[in-house]
């Protein structure tokens, strides 16, 4: 009777031990668990932060084209502004339909940075704004240029598809900008006064 139970126990132990230990030679199995749907979302923090930048930036272009088509004088300033107004806008679209499909928000008011050249540019008026205005556009977008530039390179299909189409648009932008920023000019009178804009020489 005792050697029975001692064989029962024997059995039970091996059995355990079987379940538990890997067989001699094999290796245990450290694969990694599939990803969850909100695992592959934050996956490529570059990927989230440059949908970030590139919707912050892209709405802030929107505001300020819209407050430039009112202010500028120039007619170049003014062309530069109803195009940035219409590609960034349908860009902008787009670029919304791709960050809710990566789990990210996009913008919907200016950051603090295009908050603070869009109350200094509201303050202006005639050859200072539209100088004030093509600059931010020929330094905005050559930085928007950099970004997008990066992320063509990402190892997210969607993302680089994206910024590979947009950045044709954007490189054609940056020559607008610096057109109508020629046509302004930056030289000042000897006084130190800005020149006149063409609504207040006098007839």
Known sequence: MRDTIRYTLAAAIAISMTATTPVLGQQPD???????????????????TF????????????????????????????KLAQ???KDHSANNQELKSLATSKGVV??????????????????????????AY?????????KMIALFEQASVSKDAQVKAFAEKTLPAL???????????ST???????????????????K
């Open 184 to 202: 302004i000019g930056g030289a000042t009178s000897t006084s130190g006064a800005a020149p006149a804009s063409p609504e207040t020489v006098p």
């Open 106 to 131: 996009v913008a919907t008011t200016l950051d603090a940075e295009h908050q603070q050249l869009h109350d200094r540019l509201e303050k202006l008026d005639g050859a200072a704004f539209d100088r």
């Open 51 to 78: 949908l970030m930048t590139a919707s912050q930036g892209g709405h802030a272009e929107v505001v300020l084209a819209t407050l430039a088509i009112k202010k500028a004088g120039n007619d170049e300033v003014k």
């Open 134 to 142: 093509s600059t931010a556009m020929v330094d905005g977008h050559k």
């Open 83 to 85: 195009m940035l107004e």
């Open 171 to 181: 490189r054609e932008h940056l020559k607008h900008a610096q057109h109508a920023q």
């Open 30 to 48: 450290t694969r990694t668990p599939p990803q969850t749907d909100t695992q592959k979302t934050v996956k490529f923090d570059a990927d989230k």
